[in-house]
């Protein structure tokens, strides 16, 4: 009797989880396929290099060399992408008047587009080199680090892996709540990939290519400090190289810090580029 009604109750179940599956909602908040002719600015605002962090070897400008549309479909992208562009340009000059010999691009949608909890995706693909370094994440508003941030893709140049970080009261620069994650074999940072977080009240839960590959819960922050992920955060798309994470990780000192020679050689080729085909931000309806 006990295995006819577990026999039974097989196929119940599966029909139940199946209407869960089905019956389980979303909400998109944001959506950039980048589809444009060009950067679309009323949903992104472009970053000027003011005080640069990091000892970060570049300037970000306000250029179309370096934040630009492409039709996508030659690099695998399902309509137009977006490209951040490393460049060398030695001698560039900031309004700060400081000098630079790479100039590239940042973007976010600060005040424009401002979201507390959901799930955060990008599908990208980063060229290799030591010291690249573009970035997929999240930052709140007011005084770093208090504000919060969540780095739901990082690369400094080894394609074998990314990494995934929080950042807040207590836990911040060489954060330990952050995790490097491995590729399979053949497979690195140069292809697609779709690079998300589902951010939830009492948890961050980062997944590459829909496979969950770190973990974070609100007590597991609090060992440190304040929770400080229960405030409105913006998307940042970045572009960086060089400077204090490359080089706390490849260990290069010159010919600039953080950054190879190889890599120089590549960003002067024009081969240095972070392509993204879209950004979506969704919430679950109850």
């Known amino acids: 009797m006990k295995l006819k009604h577990l026999l039974l109750s097989v196929p119940l179940l599966l029909t139940l989880q199946a ?8 909400d998109t908040v944001f959506f950039e396929d980048f589809n444009n002719p060009a950067l679309n600015r009323s ?3 472009v970053e000027v290099t003011g005080n640069t962090v990091n000892d970060e070897q570049q300037a970000y400008v306000d250029s179309a060399a370096t934040i630009y549309m492409i039709d996508g479909k030659a690099e695998g992208a399902e309509n137009g992408a977006l490209v951040l562009k490393a460049l060398y340009k030695p001698g560039f000059t900031s309004k700060q008047q400081r000098k ?28 290799a080199g030591a010291g690249l370094w573009p970035a997929f994440w999240l930052l709140g508003n007011g005084k770093w680090p208090n504000c919060g941030e969540i780095d739901i893709m990082e690369t400094v140049g080894d394609s074998s892996w990314v990494s995934h970080a929080l950042h807040g009261p207590g836990y911040f620069g060489d ?11 053949g497979i690195d940072v140069t292809l697609w990939h779709v690079y998300s977080v589902d951010w939830l009240p009492e948890s ?9 590959t770190y973990t974070v819960t609100k007590a597991m922050v609090e060992k440190y400090g304040r929770w400080a992920f229960d405030n409105k955060k913006f998307i940042i798309l970045n572009f ?5 994470y490359p080089g706390g990780v490849n260990k290069v000192t010159k ?13 002067k080729t024009g081969d240095a580029k972070t392509i993204v085909d879209w950004v979506l931000i969704t919430k679950t309806v109850n």
């Not at 790479?102 to 959901?118: C, D, L, V």
């Not at 010919?255 to 960003?267: D, R």
């Open 43 to 45: 949903k992104w605002n």
């Open 204 to 212: 961050l839960v980062f997944k590459v290519d829909g496979k969950i």
């Open 255 to 267: 010919p600039y810090h953080g950054l190879s020679e190889n890599t120089v050689n590549k960003i």
């Open 175 to 185: 954060t330990p709540l952050a995790k490097r994650v491995f590729f399979p074999a």
């Open 19 to 26: 209407f869960a599956q089905t019956n389980t909602k979303t």
């Open 240 to 244: 960086a190289l060089g400077g204090g």
């Open 100 to 127: 630079y010999d790479f100039i590239s691009g940042r973007i976010n949608t600060r005040a424009k587009m401002e979201f507390t909890y959901g799930t955060a995706s990008c599908r990208m693909k980063m060229a």
